[in-house]
């Protein structure tokens, strides 16, 4: 997971000398910062270094208490990554209205409180619905 860690850290560090430049090229054309590029910018590098920082921390973590993982030893084999990942819904619907309230929601920010308002408990109601999936009817176990 550092490698992860490390990749998500140094394109943010990348965009971070990308938003310098920018900064430093629209004030010089207008006189102005072009605040729109510029906040889009350093959104990215926060979201990137959160990312990588929760990544690092993960596998430190994760070291100290089960030692290296395969993919981050030179002497590692693909074998030892074989297994199960976990438990994937072949079949769930709920994904599909969770994204629609949330997108419902985006819109409502542009047309008017009410929506905003309306999406927020929809998507509560959705997120509720996917979590609990498994815990009713056929699939209960």
């Not at 207008?30 to 990137?48: D, K, M, N, R």
């Not at 030179?74 to 072949?90: C, H, R």
């Amino acid at each position: 997971m550092k490698t992860q860690a490390y990749l998500f850290m140094g394109i943010s560090t990348f965009f971070g000398l990308a938003a310098a430049l920018y900064v430093y090229w629209s004030y010089q054309d207008t006189g102005a910062i072009e605040w729109t590029g510029t906040t889009a910018l350093v959104v990215s590098i926060g979201f990137g270094w959160m990312i990588g920082f929760w990544l690092w921390q993960a596998a430190r973590r994760s070291e100290r208490f089960h030692g290296l993982p395969a993919e981050e030893r030179l002497d590692g084999e693909i074998a030892e990554n074989a297994g199960e990942y976990g438990f994937f819904s072949p079949h769930s619907w709920w994904p599909m209205f969770v994204a629609m309230a949330v997108a419902f929601t985006a819109v409502g920010v542009a047309i008017g409180w009410w929506m905003v308002i309306t999406g927020a408990f929809a998507i509560i109601l959705t997120s509720i619905g996917w979590i609990f999936e498994y815990y009713r009817k056929e699939f209960q176990h």
